[in-house]
């Protein structure tokens, strides 16, 4: 979560290539804007650690 952690607002930064959008949103729902944008401002807490997994898994994050 350290990269994550560091983030405030509706909006955090991923540092993600375009496949690895694709594969948040095709294998993990998360829908990620070209750049890796990803809005939060309606994550409940407990979708926090399914966004948590889902970047580790793609990103290793």
């Known amino acids: 979560m ?3 952690g560091t983030q ?3 909006f955090f930064l991923l540092p993600t290539t375009s496949e690895q959008e694709h594969a948040l949103t095709r294998d993990h729902g998360i829908h990620v804007v070209q ?11 407990d ?7 889902a970047t580790h898994d793609v990103l290793g994050l």
């Not at 979708?47 to 997994?53: A, G, K, P, Q």
């Open 2 to 4: 350290g990269y994550i």
């Open 8 to 10: 405030s607002g509706m």
């Open 35 to 45: 750049g890796g944008c990803v809005n939060v401002s309606r994550l409940k807490r």
């Open 47 to 53: 979708d926090i650690s399914t966004l948590l997994n």
